[in-house]
């Protein structure tokens, strides 16, 4: 199982941007998916995230300006985030909590998208 995480770039402050993750191989079932994000010298912290039950949880300091969406058929994951703040600035990583067939769950991660908001 892999993720492949897209759309990060450098935007103004104020700005929007589109993270989109899509997962390939043979995941059997996926309970969670979402983003999480890593500035440099601060640890990994949870962006938004959604369920298979269409659940969102978004951290504070995102609520409002961003909207998380899942397409469960085509196992995608989208972040539109807008009135971007220097302070979003961050590797953002797509993650989803799932299992194959046959196995526990486990958690994936992606490879990592960097996100510059400056002027």
């Known amino acids: 199982v892999q993720l492949q995480a897209s759309g990060g770039g450098s935007v103004q402050p104020g700005g929007s941007l589109r993270l989109f993750c899509a997962v390939s191989?043979?995941?059997?079932?996926?309970?969670?998916m979402g983003w999480y994000r890593q500035a440099p010298g601060k640890e990994r912290e949870l962006v938004a995230t959604?369920?298979?039950?269409?659940?969102?949880k978004y951290a504070d300091s995102v609520k409002g300006r961003s909207t998380i969406s899942r397409d469960k058929a085509k196992n995608t994951v989208t972040l539109q985030m807008s009135s971007l703040k220097p302070e979003d600035t961050a590797v953002y990583y797509c993650?989803?909590?799932?299992?194959?067939?046959?196995?526990?769950?486990?958690?994936?991660w992606g490879q990592g998208t960097l996100v510059t908001v400056s002027s």
């Open positions: 993650h989803l909590e799932g299992r194959i067939l046959y196995n526990p769950p486990r958690h994936y």
């Open positions: 191989g043979s995941i059997f079932s996926i309970k969670v």
């Open positions: 959604v369920t298979s039950d269409g659940d969102t």
